[in-house]
Each structure stands twice: as C-alpha cells, then as structure tokens.
C-alpha cells in the first residue's frame, strides 16, 4: 500500500502496482486527455496515411507486403497472458514429434522423434523433446513421489520432492541419444528425413542434485558397491545398471529441463541425468536407487539393448553414445528454394567429451572443409556448426564427421559394419549422407 | 522523465543480482560436500524397503520363495498373457515373439546358432536370454503390460516355467522354484552369448572403430550403396507437412512424384494455403492414451476388432443407444462378441473420457 501513487493523475506503469478504485479513475481520466491529444495531432497525416494504396496499385512499384500494410500493422493484437502458457507460432505447426510408421506396433511402448530438421542452435524445446516409453507415460502426483536409496549404504533413506528440491542444485546442458537412434539404417537406408534417421536425439539443460552427493548422503559404500540400480515407478519398473564411476561424476537426478519441471513424457517429477549414455539409462519417475557389487542384467541389458556383433555374440553393458555428427539441414525429404548461397548447418555431439571439430564434405567424401564450430561448446552437449556452400545446381553429397576431445573421429556406415556387422541396432554413429538431386530434392543415401 | 530513471533503477538492480549470481556459483564450485548433508530425507524404514526392493540379480539375489508348475503356468499364460504374446509364445502381432529359434543343440552350448542366420524372421526373447533371473524379474516388475505387478509370486514361476517348456527347456512336468533356478540357468539356449569385451561401457573405454581423419582426394569415385525406393517416397506421410514453411529449404511434396527438373520456389506453385495436417479429434488423442488402438486398429484387427467394424456393428441402432452399449462394453470388457479373446475391463478410465469414445466409435469418423 506504500507503493500507491500520492502525486493524483500521474500515469501508471501496470502491472507492478495494484491501483484502488480512485487511483484507476485518476488514471483513466489522464488516459482520454492524452487520446484527445494523440487525435488532434493525427489529423495532419491523414492524407499521408492513403499514399501506400496508390503504390500498391501499381504492380511494379515493389512487394506488396511492403507497399500494403497488414492487418497486424493496423490493428489491435492479443493482450498479456491470452495464452497463460505459451504456444509456439501457428505456423511451425508442421514441426512436431512423430511416430515412424511401422517402428513399432504398441504407441505405450514406441519412440516418437524431435524434428531435428527445423531446430535451432543446440537446446531441444521442451514439446519437441522426443519420446521412449516401454509402457506408457504417467503425470505423477509430485506430493506423492518418493526417492528410496538403499542396498550397500549405511542407511537407506527416503527423500520426498520437498526434501530434493530444497537442496542446493546443479544446471548442467546435455545431450540424450536413445541407444537406438539411427538403428534402422544398419543395414540399408530406411527411413526418409533427419527426423527418423536421427530424431531419437535431444539436448536440454536440466537441473537437479548431484546423484554422488546423495550416495554421500546415505553412506554408499562406493569400493564394494560398484554398480547402481536405478528403477522408475511407471509400470515397466524401468531399470538400468549405472557404474560407480559414472555415478560419482557427473549423474544428476533432476527435476528440470529447460528452466521448467521435467515434461510428464520425459518423467515428471524425477529423472536421472547420465551425461554420454544411451536414453535408456536416464530413467525416468525415478523411484529407487540400489547400490551394489554387480550389474543387475535387467531386461534392457540382457534381451534388448544388447549389440549383436557378426559373430552371434551379443554385446552387453554397451552405453557409452561415441562421436557422432549430422547436417540437418539441408537434409533428407527437403527441397532447395533456390539454386546459390546456402548455409549448411547441424549438430555433433560424443558421450566421451566435448566436440573438437567438424568436418564438412559436399562431394560425398572425396574432400572435406572445417566447419565452424557455434558456442558454448560443452562437455557430452550437442555443438552447432555451420558452413558456406553454393548450390550451383549439380548433384552433391553433404556429409559430416565429427572428432571429440578424446581424439576419435566419427566413422564411415562400412568401417562401422566391418567391425560390428549389420545387425548391431544400437550404437550407429556412421557419417551420414544427404544427396542433393538436380531437381533440388535432398535424399538419405549411403556411400559405399 | 521518471520513466528513465526507473530504466536506470532497473538496470543496476540487473547488475546487483547478476553479481551475487557469480559468487554464489563461484562458492558452489567448491562445495564437494554440501551443507545439506543428513539434513533431509529421513531413514527408510524396513516395510518400505521390503515393498521396493523388487529386483532380482544375475545370481538369484532378491529372488523370493515360491515355485509353479509348467501346467499352472499354461492357465495364467491363457488368461492373462496369450491377447498380446499368442498361445505358444511365438505371436509377432502385439510384440516381438518370445519363443523359437532355439535348438537341443543351443541347450547344450549355450550359444543359440540361429543367430548367425542373417536371414532369421526375428531374434525370440529365448534366443537372446542371457541370464534366467531376467525374464523372472520383468514379468514380475511389467507384466501383464496393461496391469503390471499384479501375477502372485508363485505364477510369476509358472509362467516362467510354462515358457521354459515352449521352448523345449523344461519338460512338460518341470515345477520351478527358487531352489531350481540356478540350475535351469545351466540349460539356457544362450547363456554363454554375452560378451563385455568392448569399450562402450566405461567412459574410457577404447572405441572398437576410428574414422579417417583425411581431408583431401580421400576416395577416388563416390558410390551410392543404398537409397530409398521410389515407392517409399510417402511411406512416412507427406514431407512437406514435416518442415517449415519458411527458410532456405521447404519439404519436398512426397504426395507426388519428384519433380523431373528443378523449378525455384518463387516459380513453383502456391502451396496448400493451411500447410498442417488435420487436427486429432478427442476421441483419437484418448483412444492413444489409453492404448485401446494397441489391440485394436482402426481399420485392422489386432488383437481384438477393428473399431471401424465395431461402429459398423453398433450403427444399425439409435446412435443414444450404441453409446450406452458402447460405453459399459468398454467399462466392463467381456468375451463372445468377437471371439474368444477376452478384452479386460477398462474400469479405471474416467467416466466422462469413457463417454467420449463411446461417442467416437459410434460416430464413426476416425480422425
């Protein structure tokens, strides 16, 4: 109430200051004089006003979007709040998550993935991040979460959502990549666009607490206890082995991603954050933690996500996402608007460490030219980079390849399969391939 | 005039908070172990322990007491598992077949052969098994998928079991118990096909496979090994409505044909004047919501029929009446009307979403 105005019809500054009944009426009185005042000083550009018309009716006289003016330059817009909760433009509607037809034949325990090919920069909006579920998703009553931590601890413990939230927290940015991504183009070309081919791929900033600091808490035994368990409270009971040394790194249980709560399709209220490790480990509703002195071969390391190799052996505890890169625009399933200048621009990322550089080819990898590198440029976080190229009109093949801190250089789809075959499904970090056509259409192609 | 000196105001208000920002972060750099500690949370007690600690390890650790037969196991199996995964475990309809593709053979190496056939159909739950106590643990913790943790200990071993036996590795008579686990581990088709002889599992790990760093004359020709076909061109639905309407790249039109010479955009025509698909109706967005399109499609029969046959059925009536009939046959479930296969009882969809679908089916207007 000692904010209130004391000087009468001096004009207000919504919304900081609540007005009395007095204060509006002081204000709206203030309002008309300063209308009748802006009216009279139109009057004199009234004639001004009509000249766009007479260009407009002439068709050379330039762009009619210039020379006509829009209804949004004439008119009143929306006011504060008409949408409490924001929405992106009507017009990026055609950018939404989606299904891969025939992927999956159950939409609970499917993927739908981010549209890579209209992103910007590096941070994955939150209604783009792409989806996994093994049994459907939940919007889980945070009063009613529990963290259990127990197995080689001095003392189990339980924490609420009050008791994690009210801890000192960490923002760190990550990428998380499904294990799977890009797994149906093993063998042979698949699907058509950046979407399907890599869209299993998002990066955000989460924020949470250290998941070391509540191992700390409850006295983990962290020499014996080598491995944790970490369990989800949807009804697949989701649950990943962790090393310890992962753990005591850089895992985050978070609550947040992008400066909101968690989304309830990327596990709301409480997911685990594994920075450089499959999708398939941050699991999300997280409910449980067990410290222990083996790996737990849950389902998804002993019958999926297990890597065959071409010797029928199946690789098991694979986790770490290596170096990878993608153009993602120009890319599969688009058309070139014209011939000349564009800007070749995508995405690199390594669970090992950070991007040290990109390399761009765009005669199907008989040369290369060093990308520029966008920043921030972090550790286990996609990195932006972009190139000059002129269409001239010919065929081309834009390719990328990307090196990480720890010096491995992302391979070519046949040094991938010499080694691990064409049944693999996990872990595809091949060199992709976009084929401009002379029509302009750009195609997924692989080289030999 | 007061409006300037408010902007200035504002401005080291900026400054103020965005300092103490700084040395708040410059302070938690170097707290290792925060001030937090024992401070929140609270013991768990050993009830609540008990009530999670579900998990069951490679060696049998966390398995509880109890046993089931391969014959009990058949009578859980029809009732509660056949809908999605087919009476002998080999359905490809809902999920990947559990059972085939392991031999007498693979029992006794504990390598499963099949899986060098590049040509195999599928790779069978029996074919990848590695370790018994996983395939305890998960039906335990997620099955059945529509009502998981709700088989009593004693059937989560005999539906165990009467999987065992469809794939030949117990006999017909074979009761399994925490006792016998172990040793029915030992006859596992591919217990010894793991390996964790790589380097993806440790951050410093070793990669298996290094790309060439090369940067000139790298490849003498360029050859294209694989491209989608022609008659794919719009199997992932038109690309046009996947891509912004705006930059230097627009989708290409896979409704048609691709374009024999290259037109630039100003000289192609006007595109569709609302570039968005069709808005989900309620009834859609709910029918994926509670899973119902998982048994039924809207035009194919799944698991159980398609709802374009089931509002064909109900529309011969009064659309007031299809909707009540409509909404208890999806309250309540039941067998009969199509079959054998019985749909479970949806009892825990709200009323009011309940109505909704009802009123979708009976409609008939699937979007």
Same mark, same amino acid.
């Given at each position: 109430?000692?904010?209130?105005?004391?000087?009468?019809?001096?004009?207000?500054?919504?919304?900081?200051?609540?007005?009395?009944?007095?204060?509006?009426?002081?204000?709206?009185?203030?309002?008309?004089?300063?209308?009748?005042?802006?009216?009279? !000083?139109?009057?004199?550009?009234?004639?001004?006003?009509? %000249?766009?018309?007479?260009?407009?009716?002439?068709?050379?006289? +330039?762009?009619?979007?210039?020379?006509?003016?829009?209804?949004?330059?004439?008119?009143?817009?929306?006011?504060?709040?008409?949408?409490?909760?924001?929405?992106?433009?009507?017009?990026?509607?055609?950018?939404?998550?989606?299904?891969?037809?025939?992927? /999956?034949?159950?939409?609970?325990?499917?993927?739908?993935?981010?549209?890579?090919?209209?992103?910007?920069?590096?941070?994955?909006?939150? +209604?783009?991040?792409?989806?996994?579920?093994?049994? #459907?998703?939940?919007?889980?009553?945070?009063?009613?979460?529990? $963290?259990?931590?127990?197995?080689?601890?001095?003392?189990?413990?339980?924490?609420?959502?009050?008791?994690?939230?009210?801890?000192?927290?960490?923002?760190?940015? =990550?990428?998380?990549?499904?294990?799977?991504?890009?797994?149906?183009?093993?063998?042979?070309?698949?699907?058509?666009?950046?979407?399907?081919?890599?869209?299993?791929?998002?990066?955000?900033?989460?924020?949470?607490?250290? $998941?070391?600091?509540?191992?700390?808490?409850?006295?983990?035994?962290?020499?014996?206890?080598?491995?944790?368990?970490?369990?989800?409270?949807?009804?697949?009971?989701?649950?990943?082995?962790?090393?310890?040394?992962?753990?005591?790194?850089?895992?985050?249980?978070?609550?947040?991603?992008?400066?909101?709560?968690?989304?309830?399709?990327?596990?709301?209220?409480?997911?685990?954050?594994?920075?450089?490790?499959?999708?398939?480990?941050?699991?999300?509703? $997280?409910?449980?933690?067990?410290?222990?002195?083996?790996?737990?071969?849950?389902?998804?390391?002993?019958? =999926?996500?297990?890597?065959?190799?071409?010797?029928?052996?199946?690789?098991?505890?694979?986790?770490?996402?290596?170096?990878?890169?993608?153009?993602?625009?120009?890319?599969?399933?688009?058309?070139?608007?014209?011939?000349?200048?564009?800007?070749?621009?995508?995405?690199?990322?390594?669970?090992?460490?950070?991007?040290?550089?990109?390399?761009?080819?765009?005669?199907?990898?008989?040369?290369?030219?060093?990308?520029?590198?966008?920043?921030?440029?972090?550790?286990?976080?996609?990195?932006?980079?972009?190139?000059?190229?002129?269409?001239?009109?010919?065929?081309?093949?834009?390719?990328?390849?990307?090196?990480?801190?720890?010096?491995?250089?992302?391979?070519?789809?046949?040094?991938?399969?010499?080694?691990?075959?064409?049944?693999?499904?996990?872990?595809?970090?091949?060199?992709?391939?976009?084929?401009?056509?002379?029509?302009?259409?750009?195609?997924?192609?692989?080289?030999? | 005039?007061?409006?300037?000196?408010?902007?200035?105001?504002?401005?080291?208000?900026?400054?103020?908070?965005? /300092?103490?920002?700084?040395?708040? !972060?410059?302070?938690?750099? =170097?707290?290792?172990?925060?001030?937090?500690?024992?401070?929140?949370?609270?013991?768990?007690?050993?009830?609540?322990?008990?009530?999670?600690?579900?998990?069951?390890?490679?060696?049998?650790?966390?398995?509880?007491? #109890?046993?089931?037969?391969?014959?009990?196991?058949?009578?859980?199996?029809?009732?509660?598992?056949?809908?999605?995964? #087919?009476?002998?475990?080999?359905?490809?309809?809902?999920?990947?077949?559990?059972?085939?593709?392991?031999?007498?053979?693979?029992?006794?190496?504990?390598?499963?052969?099949?899986?060098?056939?590049?040509?195999?159909?599928?790779?069978?739950?029996?074919?990848?098994?590695?370790?018994?106590?996983?395939?305890?643990?998960?039906?335990?913790?997620?099955?059945?998928?529509?009502?998981?943790?709700? %088989?009593?200990?004693?059937?989560?071993?005999?539906?165990?079991?009467?999987?065992?036996? %469809?794939?030949?590795?117990?006999?017909?008579?074979?009761?399994?118990?925490?006792?016998?686990?172990?040793?029915?581990?030992?006859?596992?088709?591919?217990?010894? *096909?793991? /390996?964790?002889?790589?380097?993806?599992?440790?951050?410093?790990?070793?990669?298996?496979?290094?790309?060439?760093?090369?940067?000139?004359?790298?490849?003498?020709?360029?050859?294209?090994?694989?491209?989608?076909?022609?008659?794919?061109?719009?199997?992932?639905?038109?690309?046009?409505?996947?891509?912004?309407?705006?930059?230097?790249?627009?989708?290409?039109?896979?409704?048609?044909?691709?374009?024999?010479?290259?037109? !630039?955009?100003?000289?192609?025509?006007?595109?569709?004047?609302?570039?968005?698909?069709?808005?989900?109706?309620?009834?859609?967005?709910?029918? @994926?919501? =509670?899973?119902?399109?998982?048994?039924?499609?809207?035009?194919?029969?799944?698991? *159980?029929? &398609?709802?374009?046959?089931?509002?064909?059925?109900?529309?011969? @009536?009064?659309? &007031?009446?299809?909707?009540?009939?409509?909404?208890?046959?999806?309250?309540?479930?039941? /067998?009969?009307?199509? *079959?054998?296969?019985?749909?479970?009882?949806?009892?825990?969809?709200?009323?009011?979403?309940?109505?909704?679908? !009802?009123?979708?089916?009976?409609?008939?207007?699937?979007?």
């Amino acid at each position: 109430m000692s904010r209130l105005p004391t000087r009468p019809g001096r004009l207000q500054k919504a919304p900081e200051f609540f007005l009395t009944r007095d204060a509006m009426t002081l204000s709206r009185d203030d309002r008309r004089s300063f209308l009748r005042r802006a009216f009279v !000083a139109a009057g004199g550009a009234a004639g001004a006003l009509a %000249l766009p018309k007479a260009f407009a009716a002439d068709g050379d006289a +330039g762009d009619p979007a210039i020379l006509t003016l829009p209804a949004h330059s004439k008119g009143l817009g929306q006011p504060v709040a008409a949408r409490p909760y924001g929405l992106p433009s009507k017009h990026e509607d055609n950018l939404q998550r989606r299904e891969s037809p025939g992927l /999956t034949r159950v939409s609970a325990a499917s993927v739908s993935f981010a549209p890579l090919q209209g992103l910007f920069g590096i941070i994955t909006p939150n +209604g783009l991040h792409f989806e996994r579920h093994h049994q #459907g998703w939940w919007d889980i009553d945070p009063a009613q979460h529990r $963290l259990m931590i127990h197995g080689l601890v001095k003392e189990a413990k339980v924490y609420t959502m009050d008791d994690l939230m009210r801890m000192p927290s960490v923002s760190r940015m =990550h990428f998380i990549e499904c294990g799977a991504n890009t797994g149906m183009e093993w063998g042979n070309v698949a699907v058509p666009t950046v979407q399907y081919t890599h869209g299993m791929l998002s990066c955000c900033e989460f924020t949470g607490v250290p $998941l070391k600091w509540l191992l700390d808490d409850c006295g983990a035994d962290v020499k014996t206890g080598r491995y944790v368990l970490a369990e989800g409270a949807d009804g697949s009971g989701m649950t990943r082995t962790i090393n310890m040394a992962n753990a005591l790194d850089d895992v985050l249980v978070a609550w947040a991603m992008n400066g909101e709560m968690l989304r309830p399709e990327n596990g709301y209220p409480l997911r685990l954050v594994v920075p450089g490790v499959q999708g398939v480990s941050w699991v999300k509703y $997280l409910r449980r933690i067990k410290v222990g002195d083996q790996p737990f071969a849950t389902k998804d390391e002993t019958v =999926h996500y297990v890597d065959m190799m071409p010797d029928g052996q199946h690789r098991q505890y694979t986790s770490i996402q290596e170096v990878k890169s993608v153009i993602t625009s120009p890319s599969g399933g688009q058309i070139l608007v014209d011939r000349g200048f564009f800007n070749v621009t995508g995405i690199a990322w390594s669970g090992r460490g950070k991007i040290r550089r990109v390399d761009v080819s765009v005669d199907g990898g008989k040369n290369w030219k060093a990308a520029r590198l966008e920043t921030p440029i972090l550790d286990k976080c996609l990195t932006r980079f972009n190139l000059d190229w002129t269409w001239d009109g010919g065929d081309a093949i834009l390719m990328s390849r990307a090196t990480d801190s720890t010096g491995q250089v992302q391979p070519s789809i046949g040094a991938l399969r010499k080694v691990r075959g064409t049944r693999s499904i996990y872990h595809n970090n091949a060199i992709q391939s976009w084929l401009v056509s002379p029509n302009g259409e750009v195609g997924n192609v692989q080289i030999g | 005039m007061s409006r300037s000196v408010d902007l200035r105001t504002l401005r080291r208000r900026a400054l103020a908070s965005a /300092t103490a920002a700084l040395m708040a !972060a410059g302070m938690a750099a =170097h707290a290792d172990a925060p001030a937090m500690l024992g401070k929140l949370g609270r013991a768990a007690t050993p009830a609540e322990v008990k009530a999670w600690n579900i998990d069951v390890r490679a060696d049998f650790k966390g398995l509880p007491p #109890g046993s089931g037969s391969v014959a009990r196991g058949q009578e859980v199996w029809e009732a509660r598992c056949e809908n999605c995964h #087919g009476t002998f475990g080999e359905s490809n309809e809902v999920f990947f077949p559990m059972v085939g593709g392991t031999t007498a053979a693979d029992i006794k190496s504990g390598h499963v052969a099949g899986l060098l056939d590049p040509n195999a159909p599928a790779r069978t739950t029996l074919m990848k098994l590695a370790q018994l106590s996983t395939l305890w643990d998960y039906i335990n913790r997620a099955m059945p998928w529509n009502q998981p943790k709700s %088989l009593a200990t004693d059937d989560v071993y005999a539906v165990t079991a009467y999987i065992l036996n %469809l794939g030949n590795i117990v006999p017909a008579d074979f009761v399994l118990s925490d006792k016998n686990m172990a040793e029915v581990q030992g006859r596992l088709p591919n217990r010894n *096909g793991m /390996t964790r002889e790589h380097g993806m599992w440790d951050v410093n790990g070793k990669p298996d496979v290094q790309g060439s760093a090369c940067m000139n004359q790298c490849a003498s020709a360029v050859a294209i090994t694989s491209r989608l076909p022609e008659y794919a061109r719009n199997a992932h639905g038109d690309i046009a409505l996947q891509n912004r309407m705006i930059g230097g790249v627009r989708g290409a039109e896979t409704a048609l044909p691709a374009p024999s010479t290259f037109v !630039a955009l100003a000289a192609r025509q006007a595109p569709p004047a609302s570039g968005v698909a069709p808005a989900q109706s309620e009834g859609l967005k709910l029918a @994926q919501s =509670h899973a119902c399109l998982a048994c039924h499609g809207i035009g194919n029969k799944i698991v *159980g029929p &398609a709802l374009l046959d089931i509002h064909k059925k109900y529309a011969a @009536q009064p659309k &007031a009446d299809a909707v009540r009939l409509l909404i208890v046959r999806i309250k309540s479930g039941g /067998t009969g009307l199509w *079959g054998n296969t019985p749909m479970p009882a949806q009892d825990h969809v709200p009323d009011v979403e309940v109505r909704t679908l !009802a009123d979708w089916i009976a409609t008939g207007k699937f979007q």
